[in-house]
């Protein structure tokens, strides 16, 4: 799980559609409300939709109304944060450890009643979902 994936720009966008790869290489974001796993509930396993590497669980994810998966949690070590500043606030990016590709941001202390108090506002196109609990991976 910690194999690093690296491509090449080109590379990626060989493999990724054009909307993954605007969000997952150029850091955009999908609209609101529109993304696959929204509203999405079922047991399973979210994997980077560049890598397949396995990000989140089901269990972890739970319903914010932000119009973006959310999750509180992600699989140890799976997700790496960096600060970005880039929109004149201090926000805290999420990307897949294993291939860097951009999944959406964390945001803290938003009150919700989750066991971190966190909330990772995670893209659809950046994931695609296994039923499972993954254990057999
Ligand atoms: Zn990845």
Known sequence: MSTKVEKSEDEWRAILSREQ????RQK???????????????AGVYNCAACSTPLYKSTTKFNSGCGWPAFFDAIPGAVTRHVDSSWGMERTEIVCTAC????????K?????????????????????????????
Not at 21 to 24: G, L
């Open 21 to 24: 790869f605007r969000v997952i």
């Open 28 to 42: 955009g974001t999908e609209r609101a409300g529109t993304g696959e796993y929204d509203k999405h509930s079922e």
């Open 100 to 107: 860097g590709g951009h999944l959406g941001h964390v945001f």
């Open 109 to 137: 202390g938003e009150k919700f009643d989750t066991p971190t108090d966190e909330r990772h506002c995670v893209n659809s196109v950046s994931l695609t979902f296994e039923n499972g609990d993954g254990t057999e991976k």
